[in-house]
């Protein structure tokens, strides 16, 4: 999963972590990293550039490392410090398998993944859709079938409950990722640690 992240998304595991912590314990403050209040239009804009996910590009410090738990369950590895290179590698790999049509591929797998992954998330998710909980934040369901983005639609039950595998709650919800985590339990690849699955 590592190296898929690597290849993938350029994902830096360590500083995705303290954001996605400091996002949820700050949501939509002025000391949030990403919120759209910060600009809807101009968090839109950073998220759809695909400058390998530049709205996690923030710095983060060694004292935000040991106040979010980082340091004690994410080691750093040659992946976290060479996050593009993984990217590099990919579109490498998509020339040499596919020749031009690789390069085309890659650029537009870099902006799917950016507009499904983040811009949905970061963006929509805090803006657009509906509310099954008023959180005192910005969070929003953007649409309560969960495919596209593997269940990442249904925000606002994201921030009700960050623990739960399920983000799914009514009947017309469903999260696909949660059934994905569901076939992996089953192969014995991942276990629920929460009742609330
Ligand atoms: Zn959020």
């Known amino acids: ?18 954001q996605h912590r400091k996002h949820h314990e700050l949501s939509d403050t002025w000391n949030d990293p990403h919120t759209p209040r910060y600009g809807f239009w ?9 400058d390998f996910f530049r709205s996690y590009k923030i ?21 976290d410090r060479h996050p593009r290179l993984g990217v590099l590698l990919l ?3 998509n020339i040499m398998l596919f020749g031009v049509w690789g390069m085309v591929a890659w650029l537009v797998h870099l902006f799917v993944v950016n507009f ?24 929003r369901n953007v649409f309560p079938i969960g495919v596209l983005c593997v269940g990442e639609e249904l925000h606002n039950n994201h921030h009700r409950d960050s623990r739960r595998c399920n983000m ?19 192969l014995g690849l991942v276990e629920f640690k929460t009742e609330s699955a």
């Open 116 to 139: 499904l992954i983040i811009a949905t998330i970061t963006v929509f998710g805090h803006s657009i859709g509906y509310k099954n909980y008023e959180l005192g934040d910005l969070t």
């Open 91 to 93: 579109l490498v790999i």
């Open 1 to 18: 999963m590592r190296v898929a992240y690597w290849l993938l998304f350029g994902t830096v595991t360590r500083d995705f972590v303290v």
């Open 168 to 186: 799914a709650v009514n009947k017309n919800e469903f999260d696909l990722g949660y059934w994905y985590l569901r076939v992996l339990n089953r």
């Open 59 to 79: 710095t983060v410090t060694d004292q935000e490392y040991s106040r979010y738990g980082v340091d004690k369950v994410v080691t750093e590895t040659f992946t």
């Open 42 to 50: 101009t968090l839109l804009g950073c998220c759809l550039i695909p």
